[in-house]
């Protein structure tokens, strides 16, 4: 089985390098500030040993950058920026694909809603909030979009509606999950991988921003469909009430997990938050 080394945290590597995200727009507010270092993020993942780097769009949305006092064109062309900062970096490191990112509707509320999935929003107002992103990342460039952190079943809906609207694009479906079984919000996972069974345009499925210890049984309720994609956290646990990290992880038992996770199943592995260069350079060693 072939197996795609992902990337790890763009976030975390841009503060190891400086970058200051105490901002509702996080990550994305560098395309506007500083999108040569988005770009060196990348090529630091790639000559880590990644085959695939996740645009820095997971934050960036068009209400998000009107929020800031951005033009609806400005907006527009971050957003596409975030793909040709991918690209460019993939092509200096002379081979990989990109996978542009498209983040929760949670991620633009900045509440922490893309782990519960408590939403104001139906199906509908979610396929209208995300579809002029979705285009606009469709349209520029990316081998495939990452639809990733969704934590919620009719979140999920909407997403593979706008599969539908859009057949010539390619995408992963990649679930937050509280736990080995379900959703953020209590869907049995196999019941939101359901959604997009049978549906060719979708390439994997699986879990990201969720605990390591939960992939084994994510594994095990997605196997025997799609492939299946996995890019935990690093173990460490997020203390909202004082914005921090608790806890360490170490790059090389995360690698030996990865080797575990292969052998469960998943044929695309990676790492999310809190996850460095070298945790994905101890991904491919393992799996070398």
């Known amino acids: 089985m072939t197996t795609l080394v992902l990337d790890g945290g763009l976030s975390t590597h841009l503060e190891a390098l400086g970058a200051d995200l105490r901002d509702e727009l996080w990550s994305a507010r560098l395309l506007l500030e500083d999108p040569g270092l988005i770009r060196r993020v990348h090529a630091d ?23 800031r006092g951005l033009s609806l064109s400005q907006a527009e062309r971050l957003i596409a920026r975030s793909v040709e900062l991918a690209v460019q970096a ?21 509440n922490g809603a893309e782990y519960t999935g408590d939403y104001d929003l139906d199906e509908d107002g979610l396929f209208a909030w995300h579809l002029p992103r979705w285009e606009i990342l469709a349209a520029a460039g990316a081998d495939l979009l990452a639809c990733e952190t969704i934590p919620s079943l009719v979140e999920a809906r909407a997403l593979a509606r706008l599969l539908a609207a859009t057949p010539e694009v390619k995408a992963w479906v990649s679930f937050s999950c509280r736990d080995a079984g379900h959703l953020n919000d ?45 890019y935990p ?19 090389v038992e995360f690698g030996q997990a990865a080797k575990e996770w292969r052998q469960a199943g998943a044929s695309l592995i990676g790492g999310c938050c809190r996850t460095t260069p070298e945790h994905i350079t101890q991904i491919r060693a393992h799996l070398s």
């Open 233 to 251: 956290n690093s173990g460490e646990t997020w203390d909202a009430e004082h914005r921090r990290w608790l806890g360490l992880a170490d790059p």
């Open 186 to 230: 209590g869907t049995p996972v196999a019941e939101a991988a359901a959604v997009f069974a049978g549906d060719p345009r979708v390439v994997a499925v699986g879990a990201n921003c969720t605990a390591p210890r939960h992939m084994p049984g994510l594994i095990a309720g997605l196997s025997g469909g799609l492939p299946v994609v996995v």
């Open 90 to 110: 993939r092509d200096e490191a002379g081979g990989g694909l990109v996978a542009a990112s498209v983040g929760p509707y949670g991620a633009y509320l900045a």
């Open 45 to 67: 993942y790639f000559a880590a040993g990644a085959d695939v780097a996740t645009t820095a769009s997971y934050q960036a949305s068009i209400p998000g950058f009107q929020r």
